[in-house]
């Protein structure tokens, strides 16, 4: 199966399917124990119990998580629509699948799509991405038996399906993955979905009265001649003014739009001006144009999907973690990837990016507290942060930096590709201010540790400060057949003021944002000696100068509850 392709299909959790009844209390409070014969399961991440693991929601005062899913093993294929539910976002309670492979336009595969609530109807439908007895990929639509049904448990295909397939210039082997749809001005309906064009990505724009007869527009949304297929494709607006998110549909003019796009294993995105009456999307910047290439995560965070929650009036992004062991490993383990925290999203006060945070509801699991405040790290220094679980934390700290003026000059053209640099000048090789940051997941004596830093140069050119913010795995394990790449991004803010950065650390992946979220970065890691109570945290600083802690605060977290549902 084509690489690109195969990202796709797994769609947003790559997990675990039930494999027979699992029943009574007994069986729900066993999981919520740490298990040493599955050091790399996650404790708050949404992850079902095994196997291999679309479309968000908030409905009636739940909130709805739709996954694509193999029922029967932990690799990909017989990809189905799984279906959990929360009241909170962090406690799960699975339910029925809602979607399955049984039609002559899905046989091969339901794959990923999004929800929309209509309005005046009130309930939600779903446009999913089939493959059907051709392998040809066509758009399909779902909607719930029950629509008064708070859980949605049970979802029906419409007669009409498919809505649309691929005609004349459309490569049937590239066309998925419909967005979220949005209502113009003109009271017809709009949708998104990913598609190429000579080989470039594309998002092809529909337009639909009644939401089952869709025409193509003349013109896609967007397109770049600089970027492979778009899978996961998503488009909403977001706020100049306050702090609260926009409604797919609405349009206010201090608006702004944001287009991602998912390729290259990253999940890319662009702000821009759209105009709802000519359907006319105007980046400020393209894909691929800027020596920035925004993304949502520099780590290892794909096929994301984001939805607007209206009991909060937020937008929340969840994204899809795959493994960094190797597929024998996933079947031996019986299970493979796991979903982001949910992250709410905003339009950064500067306007060129936006800014991500875990959403307030994970901090109620937040247990023993530790918190350490103007503490100076001397260069070439470690200390252990103690009192807390560091295998299962939250960990939020501040640096205050006295002597930037003695910054590492470096040329401009080093600053082109952050994860070069962080590569090349990794948490080992001493600089002049930093390396400094987060040693997590670390072994008594050292031999293995992830560390999440930062190091500051001053451009040679303007004498302008970069921050370069990192995460570097190449010392995260002693098993060699783990990939061990190390991420990085360049951090926008000021260090004459403060540097930043929370890390949820869940047992094997730890989700970091620098500068409250301006910069975020994902790593899947899986030690063999840092596991459970034998886990390490650390603050270091091998830089030359030092670096003073403003404040940290280190949580550590309790276990979600994870409902498993009764099949029949």
């Known amino acids: ?235 909403y607006p977001v706020s100049v003014i306050g702090r609260n998110g926009l409604d797919t549909s609405v349009h206010p003019k201090t608006a702004r739009h944001v287009l991602k796009a998912s390729f290259n294993d990253h999940d890319h995105y662009i702000i821009g001006s759209y105009e709802p009456q000519t359907d006319k999307f105007t980046p400020d910047t393209d894909f691929m144009d800027s020596n920035v290439k925004l993304r949502y995560d520099y780590g290892m965070f794909y096929a994301s999907k984001s939805f607007y929650d209206s009991a909060k009036r937020r937008r929340i992004l969840w994204g899809w973690i795959t493994e960094a062991d190797s597929k024998s490993d996933d079947v031996e383990k019986g299970w493979s990837g796991l979903q982001s925290i949910p992250r709410s999203i905003l339009l950064d006060k500067t306007g060129k990016q936006l800014s991500q945070w875990p959403v307030k509801e994970i901090e109620r699991l937040r247990r023993k507290e530790v918190n350490i405040q103007n503490k100076e790290i001397k ?92 995460s570097d795995q190449s010392r995260s394990s002693l098993n060699k057949e783990v990939n061990k790449s190390s991420f990085g991004a360049f951090l926008d803010v000021d260090p004459t003021k403060s540097i930043s950065v929370r890390s949820l650390i869940d047992h094997s992946i730890i989700e970091s944002f620098g500068g409250r979220g301006k910069t975020c970065i994902t790593s899947r890691v899986y030690p063999e000696f840092a596991v459970g109570d034998k886990s390490h945290l650390y603050v270091f600083n091998y830089g030359k100068k030092s670096v003073t802690i403003s404040n940290l605060c280190a949580w550590s977290m309790g276990r979600a509850k994870n409902f498993p549902a009764q099949r029949k």
């Open 1 to 235: 199966m084509k690489g690109s392709l195969f990202w796709i299909l797994l769609v947003h959790i790559f997990l675990v399917a039930y494999q027979g009844e699992v029943g009574g209390s007994h069986e729900v409070q066993k999981n919520l124990h740490y298990n040493p014969k599955q050091p790399y399961r996650t404790a708050f991440h949404f992850q079902p119990a095994k196997n291999w693991m679309n479309g968000p929601m908030y409905y009636k005062g739940i909130y709805h998580l739709f996954y694509q899913y193999n029922p029967y093993a932990a690799v990909w294929g017989n990809i189905t629509w799984g279906h959990s539910v929360s009241h909170n976002l962090v406690d799960w309670i699975d339910l029925e699948h809602a979607i399955s492979p049984t039609e002559p336009y899905d046989i091969n595969g339901c794959w990923s799509g999004s929800a929309t609530i209509l309005p005046g109807k009130d309930y939600p439908v779903i446009l999913y991405t089939g493959a059907d007895f051709n392998n040809r990929q066509v758009q399909n639509l779902a909607m719930p038996k029950n629509p008064y049904d708070p859980y949605l448990r049970e979802w029906k295909k419409a007669k009409q399906n498919p809505l649309m397939t691929p005609v004349n210039d459309i490569d049937p082997q590239f066309f998925r993955d419909p967005t979220t749809a949005w209502r113009g001005p003109d009271k017809r309906w709009r949708v998104v979905v990913g598609s190429q064009i000579n080989g470039h990505g594309t998002a092809l724009l529909y337009h639909s009265k009644d939401f089952i007869t869709w025409t193509k527009s003349q013109k896609p949304l967007h397109f770049s001649n600089k970027t492979i297929m778009w899978e996961c494709p998503d488009f």
């Open 379 to 470: 260069g070439g220094t470690i200390f252990e942060i103690t009192g807390i679980t560091a295998s299962q934390a939250d960990v939020e700290v501040s640096f205050h930096l006295p002597n930037l003026h003695n910054a590492e000059l470096v040329h401009p053209e080093k600053l082109v590709d952050p994860q070069i640099l962080c590569s090349e000048k990794n948490s080992s090789t001493g600089g002049v201010i930093g390396p400094f940051g987060l040693m997590i997941l670390a072994s008594e004596n050292l031999t293995e540790h992830t560390d999440v830093f930062f190091k500051v140069f001053k451009s040679q050119h303007d004498d302008k400060y970069a921050v370069l913010m990192c």
